[in-house]
């Protein structure tokens, strides 16, 4: 619904309850300074300096004109009341940030929310929001900078030792004759899994931001753990990158106690704990999909949402079209490292989509023979009064059959955003063949920071607004 120039003087905007300034992005990728604003939801904007300096001011002045005036004032450039109400019945206020006081222009969408389709899925909560921060704050002295550089020389000295002595053939021997351990060790690496959540949150609260839930879900087709860190968004450059590796430090702190109790007692299933930990702490880093690394790749480009950059980079290469904005409004540098990323990231993720539906049938039809098999194998292992070997059975049923819902719930978001993408072109065309300019290049939903492992993340999230 729009208003006429006699009404546009009486609407009293305000900032929607709950929604919060952030300030300004500090390390961006992008040419153009940003802002940041929380909603009520935990959906991070990012906005141009204009729109946020109209929520600003918004929230003190009382009608469109006077507020027009002001902002006129503080930003350097005339913008008289149509001009405010445009930007804000076409920016502002579909993202649910400003709302009309009065009630003369009621609200006709919801406010869009980021669902990229790498995301976490099917998400329940472990530890809630209190006992994160409760635990965070407890557990901050740890990032004290000489705790960080006497543990690192700590985990390299335990693998030279490791690695010169005989301990880990033995302890593989050990574990083949007592296959009941493996339950150990599964226990171990998953407390081991959210102990690299609470290293987020941690981190995150050390630098000064509040974290969120950790909690649990399938990522891509693996279950994984997640932290939600959204709030690290206000934090420098640094902050967010100690956010992004606190997850790998506190396993080394997992390793290091490890390391320790098998000097005390010789249990060799503590030294496959360590050398398990230390291969799922380098499974995070290459920054392909949303683990670790792909975070600290994005923080070091100051680019928060490189998935959303996919589409603008692959037809930016197209011969005889001009370059995306999403494109030209990144710094060089920052473009340099987008594309090589986009043009390494692309190719390898078609490649595993192709495989994972072309052996779908395969998989789906191996995975039901299993669960078969290992319901045949728990009911056997009742009637004869082994609980331990009824866990294990169930525990197998259950990694077979998550990996298939995670594939059936990635196919339909698929096949949702391509639908999604289809309607918003035609909208577009409609919109440019009756003369009108579409909603605004930077209002799409892009990535945001929720951290998870075991090793993966969510996606609490972030829209752009320009």
């Known amino acids: 619904m729009t208003i006429d120039s006699s009404e546009q003087r009486m609407v009293q905007w305000r900032l929607v309850p709950g929604v919060e300034l952030l300030g300004a992005v ?64 076409q920016k502002l206020r579909p993202l649910g940030l400003l709302e009309d006081a009065t009630g003369m222009v009621p609200m006709n969408k919801p406010a869009p929310t980021a669902r990229p389709i790498l995301a976490l899925r099917l998400k329940g909560t472990i530890i809630p929001v209190a006992t994160v921060n409760r635990l965070a704050a407890l557990l901050r002295p740890i990032y004290f900078p000489p705790v960080v550089i006497l543990s690192l020389a700590a985990l390299i000295g335990l693998d030279i030792s490791l690695f010169f002595s005989g301990n880990v053939i033995s302890a593989l ?12 060790l599964f226990v171990m690496m998953v407390v081991g899994a959210v102990i690299h959540e609470l290293g987020h949150a941690t981190a995150c609260k050390y630098g000064g931001a509040e974290p969120g839930v950790i909690g649990f879900g399938v990522y891509l087709v693996f279950p994984a753990f997640f932290t939600n860190v959204t709030d690290s968004y206000r934090l420098d450059r640094t902050g967010r990158l100690r956010t992004d590796l606190g997850g790998l430090y506190f396993n080394l702190w997992c390793v290091l106690l490890a390391g320790f109790g098998f000097v005390l007692t010789g249990d060799g299933i503590l030294v496959l704990f360590v050398i398990a930990t230390q291969v799922m702490m380098l499974q995070q880093l290459p920054p392909t999909i949303r683990l670790d690394g792909y975070f600290v790749l994005a923080d070091l480009a100051g680019v928060p949402d490189l998935f959303s950059r996919v589409g603008p980079v692959l037809r930016s290469l197209i011969p005889g079209r001009p370059v995306d904005p999403r494109v030209t409004e990144l710094r060089p540098a920052a473009r340099r490292i987008v594309k090589v990323w986009v043009l390494t990231v692309v190719p390898a993720l078609v490649l595993l989509l192709g495989w994972l539906l072309w052996n779908l049938p395969v998989i789906a039809a191996q995975a039901a023979a299993a669960v078969i ?6 009911s056997a292992a009742w009637s004869a009064g082994q609980p331990v070997a009824v866990v294990l059975s169930w525990l197998s049923i259950f990694l077979l059959v998550l990996p298939i819902l995670g594939i059936i719930v990635m196919i339909q978001r ?28 930077h209002s799409a939903p892009v990535p945001a920071r929720a951290w998870a492992s075991a090793s993966h993340r969510p996606n609490n999230a972030a829209i752009t607004g320009q």
Do not use: C, W
């Not at 098999?373 to 728990?378: C, F, G, K, N, S």
């Not at 289809?422 to 909603?439: F, L």
């Open 173 to 184: 021997e050990q574990i083949l004759v007592t296959p009941t351990l493996l339950l150990g």
């Open 373 to 378: 098999v290992h319901a045949h194998a728990a």
């Open 26 to 89: 500090t390390g961006s990728g992008l040419v153009q300074k940003t802002f940041l604003v929380q909603r009520p939801d935990g959906q991070v904007i990012q906005l141009s300096a204009l729109l946020n300096l109209i929520l600003k001011m918004a929230a003190t002045e009382p009608t469109t004109d006077v507020l027009a005036h002001k902002v006129s004032d503080r930003y350097g450039k005339e913008l008289d009341p149509a001009g405010l109400t445009q930007l804000i019945e």
């Open 414 to 441: 698929l096949a949702a955003g391509a639908m999604t993408v289809a309607h918003r072109r035609m909208a577009a065309k409609r919109k440019r063949s009756a003369g009108t300019p579409p909603y605004g290049r």
